[in-house]
């Protein structure tokens, strides 16, 4: 079955740091989402991209952050200045829709750790 | 404002034992419904969904949810717990009526399995 792959699986950087995280979207899906977890807490949306351009943005996603489909395969997430509170995991998801009732497939995350 | 909650931090059955997940939901269209299981260190996994018609949806590893509008409920429920089941369970919310799809997550309800 195809998956959503993410790397690196541990990311550690130094803050003030930029960093990015990558993501391989199931091939045949056009919507890109970004979520978060900190450390005990639930899974919260970033951020959604479709048709090369984010649709949808959550207040967690502000300037620092930037998404990215630099060729026809990866979807990137950029923090240009980390701080120690973006310390958590990062989830990549794809869908073949967009709307509310199409089942989003999860990578396995990058866990970010911010020094 | 949308919201998902999971009133159960944490829940203990022994193996064999029947299990139920509760999960309510705040949300004034038509929800979409999902429950997702974490295992430690991996992504999530889709373990079913609802969208409309029979109440009752089957999902994969032997767990169901029904969907209780009057309640605004969407409780999983398994007959009989293995020891592989013990992960952490998220329901979530589809957003429909315009937005990209983006998922609301409750906070999680991890599960421990006694042998």
């Known amino acids: 079955e195809p998956e959503v792959t993410q790397t690196p699986s541990h990311q550690v950087t130094q803050m003030g740091q930029e960093v990015i995280l990558r993501c391989v979207p199931i091939?045949?899906?056009?919507?890109f989402y970004w979520y978060r977890q900190i450390l005990g807490q639930k899974v919260e949306f970033l951020v959604s991209?479709?048709?090369?351009?984010?649709?949808?943005k959550s207040e967690i996603f502000d300037d620092q952050f930037s998404v990215e489909r630099p060729d026809g395969s990866n979807f990137t997430l950029k923090i240009r200045s980390t701080k120690l509170e973006d310390s958590a995991m990062y989830f990549c998801?794809?869908?073949?829709?967009?709307?509310?009732?199409?089942?989003?497939?999860f990578g396995d995350g990058t866990r970010l750790s911010i020094l | 404002a949308q919201s998902v909650t999971q009133p159960d931090i944490h829940i203990t059955v022994s193996e064999g034992a029947s299990l139920e997940l509760r999960c309510n939901y705040s949300?004034?269209?038509?929800?979409?419904l999902f429950w997702y299981v974490q295992s430690p260190g991996q992504g999530l996994q889709l373990l079913l969904k609802?969208?409309?018609?029979?109440?009752l949806v089957q999902g994969i590893k032997g767990f169901e949810a029904e969907f209780k509008r009057s309640q605004s409920s969407f409780n999983l429920r398994k007959p009989s717990v293995h020891w592989s089941d013990a992960a952490e369970y998220f329901c979530?919310?589809?957003?429909?009526?315009?937005?990209?799809?983006?998922?609301?997550f409750g906070k999680g309800t991890k599960l421990s399995v006694k042998p």
């Open positions: 991209f479709y048709n090369n351009e984010i649709s949808e």
């Open positions: 998801a794809s869908t073949v829709g967009g709307f509310g009732n199409q089942p989003q497939h």
């Open positions: 949300y004034g269209a038509t929800p979409y």
């Open positions: 609802y969208f409309s018609g029979d109440t």
């Open positions: 091939s045949n899906h056009l919507y």
């Open positions: 979530a919310v589809g957003l429909s009526g315009g937005s990209q799809g983006n998922l609301i």
